[in-house]
């Protein structure tokens, strides 16, 4: 691990003081927890937009997998973002993003503006995920770095998991608008706050903008995702484009945007520079990252389709049945975080991705009379298994870096959790829909079943992969 002041990009100007670090820290912490806890916030509530605004389930899943997919979109840029503009500047532009997107869709008369406004929201918070990470490995020393990206935790994991509490509860008393005009004051004091108080000394240099590696993003990542959900759709008729064509596309795309990325990233012209996937501990981590996030982002859209459509929970139930599990995250993020700092990755991850694949093979026994109260027991386990690896896996990523790649790796490390979580949410609505109509004794649990057993398989997967992990640190005294 390198020492702090060799961290910083070349030219970057020194830290500031230690209470000034942590006063912008926690702001932009307080404002991805917000925007980050709209990804799954309509989890819940797509029983109640489908006949609300009278659509499917396969589209109305794009209220969050199309924020997902944005964000996957959006992310590759902001390496280049950071590099060309300074961060109080993408801050306040990140912000207004996200606050005028919760305006249009707290006004949604229907479907399509709702999407729209979705997508504006994501289009700042894919911005302010990439500012955090890259603010961290500036301001904070590596030895707290842990204990730091353990808060971070907070917001990456914790904000989702809390999404279906915060929606079940307000579709209980006031709707599912009111989950737009509750955020829109937060967002708006935010912004505030950070035009009057956030100060990150960095520099910028010029680096023009590739255009045509913008639009091989958008054609990867939006075919690849699309694809996935394409399937689920045609498996009941009702897909007006074949699966496998987008899914080509985003393919074919994908490989000529790794390629072009290569060429332009010897000149310094890459949009999203790609040299830190050669580094081994960081390729490592993001492979796990990757596959961790696909089962949390499947498990937090699959549960409360199964707790509403199975068990007959209500949506205010149904909220208040994944509260613990996102408590429990919350809790344990710092702890881990401050365990990191003293121990490492290795003896944290590998037990991690054990108790993940443990639970997730639990879920796969879910029946129509399953207890609630196993279901949340079930669910609290989940999340301690990925807080186990998820904080250890990101610091690790990031902190084994040369200061000239941070903002790249972690566009990177952000683009992949978003990639994952779109395409694990497609992957896990496809796969249900599929086994609830092919299932005989009963279509919504047959695919429920299918989707979980897919989860179990992906963390089983995971667990070699594990064994990669660094070795564990130094001690202080040593």
Known sequence: MTTAANDRAPGTAAPPSSASAALVVWLLVGSAFVMILNETIMSVALPVLVVDLGISVSTAQWLTSGFLLTMAVVIPITGFLLQRFPPRRIYLASMSSFAAGTLISGLAPGFGVLMTGRIVQAVGTAVMVPLLMTSVIRLIPAERRGATMGTITVVIAVAPALGPTLSGLLLSTLGWRSMFWIVLPIALVALAAGAARLRIDAETRYVPLDLLSVVLSVLAFGGLVYGLSSFGESARGGSAVPPWLPTAVGAVAMVAFVARQIRLQAGGGA???????????????????????????????????????????????????????????????????????????????????????????????????????????????????????????????????????????????????????????ALFITLMTIGSAEASAGTDVGGARTAFLCAAIIATAMLPITLLVGRPKDRPAA
């Open 271 to 425: 949009l999203l520079d790609l040299r830190p996937l050669a580094n081994r501990p960081f390729a490592t981590s993001i492979v796990l990252v990757v596959l961790s996030m696909m089962s949390l982002f499947g498990v937090l859209i699959l549960l409360p389709l199964y707790l509403q459509d199975v068990l007959g929970a209500s949506a205010f139930t149904t909220g208040l049945a994944v509260l613990p599990g996102g408590l429990a995250m919350g809790l344990l993020g710092p702890v881990i975080g401050r365990l990191y700092d003293k121990v490492g990755a290795r003896p944290l991850v590998p037990p991690g991705a054990v108790v993940l694949c443990g639970a997730l093979w639990a879920f796969t026994g879910l029946g129509e009379s399953s207890p609630l109260w196993v279901v949340i027991a079930m669910h609290v386990v989940l999340v301690c298994g990925i807080s186990l690896m998820l904080t250890p896996l990101v610091t690790d990523a990031l902190g084994m870096l040369p200061g000239e790649q941070v903002s790249h790796g972690s566009a990177i490390v952000s683009t992949l959790q978003q990639v994952a979580g779109a395409a694990g949410t």
